[in-house]
């Protein structure tokens, strides 16, 4: 029996109320994603997807490294990290070169090359790019080429999305990484990386908005063609709903928090002050009706939908037309699904991560895992080999190295 080849990989999901650690194995026969390691803890030293405490944010992504590493018996020295905010940005650009081979077949070279060409934009010195995420290939004028490799051509060209961000944030989110004894292999936005295991084949080819709704940030993602045409992050999320129940009701954050997922719903027509609960945490056994939870909760969340409404309207109907896709901590709200519907005009679904995912998931298999669990995906198609990873001795007897981001590459070809 041949043996079966796999690579051992480390995912964390940085977010603004919590820091997700995973470790996987990654091939075998059937390319599966076998979760060996997880851990979450509460992220107190970030906003709105940036740090504003290396300290606080460090001790978060130890803490949830160190419960990954406890379970998996792997000690982890790389990762591959999300990266959220609003200071992470997209824009389309394109590029053509001539194809540099006698026979003039397109090789891997000139696609290399003519990425080159699309990533060779200015980028000033307060930002950094991230990501070439090419789109579509033009070869001798013959649009719509999504892979261009053994065709014949005089003229190669790429259209491709670009991704930067702030400098300053990646070079902070950096240091908290380190401080937790990390390296970074490399950065992936949340948008992408929770799209990986939630969307299917026909959505990324129709077109179809995906929406991570995160704490402070929703990151969006939109897809047409099997490809990424338009990203942005806006600076709200479920957070803020916490917040306004929490002023609304008078009453501490985590009572808020747990009033809003347990019973609360966007959709106030669904629910009745006949509904009472006791608010936690108070001795005097004080009781809300669900309707006024409701009718506090219904028009943030109208308010995030009309702000993602005006992401679609940016980036154009056209590459819009199989709906919405939600997920992330956020997107677990009854009636999200209705009221999205509503305010949108499109179909909308909730989606947890899906695909070849074994190990041991239980409650990590939810909307809110969706990014952390999407980054395997997404360093398993950069991978050009997967190598044999050494299975762990008694104890923390395996070793997470790096050398992936090596393999994975900022261009995505």
Known sequence: MAEERYTTIAAIDIGTSKVSCAIAHIGGE?????????????????RKGVVTDIEKTGAAI????????????Y????????????????????GQVAVANPDREIRDDDVDRVLEVCRAIEVPNSRMLLNVLPSSYIVDGQEGIQ????????????RAHLITAGSTAV???????????????????????????????TERELGTVLVDIGAETCDIAIFHQNAVVYTAVLPIGGAFITRDVAIGLKTSLL?????????GTCDPRTASDAEQYNVPDEPAGRRIGRLELARII???????????????????PEVTSAGVVLTGGGSQLEGVEALGREILKAPVRVASPTGPLLGILDEFRGPGQAAVLGLFSWVARGLDEAGIAEEPAAGLGGRIFGGVRGLIGRIRG
């Open 30 to 46: 059937n390319g599966s994603i076998s979760v060996i390691g997880k851990g979450t803890y509460p992220n107190q030293g970030m």
């Open 62 to 73: 130890r803490a949830a490294v160190d419960a990954a590493e406890r379970l998996s018996g």
């Open 75 to 94: 000690h982890i020295e790389h990762a591959t990290i999300t990266i959220s905010g609003n200071h992470v940005q997209g824009q389309n650009t394109s």
């Open 147 to 158: 892979q261009p490799r053994g065709m014949i051509a005089y003229r190669l060209e790429a």
């Open 171 to 201: 070079q902070n989110l950096e240091k908290c990484v380190q401080a937790a004894g990390i390296a970074v292999d490399d950065y992936v936005p949340a948008s992408l990386a929770a799209a990986e295991l939630t969307l299917t084949e």
């Open 255 to 263: 009572a808020a928090e747990e009033l809003k997922m347990s019973y």
């Open 298 to 316: 219904e028009p943030r969340m109208s308010e995030i939908f009309e702000l993602i409404a005006g992401v679609i309207a940016n980036a154009g």
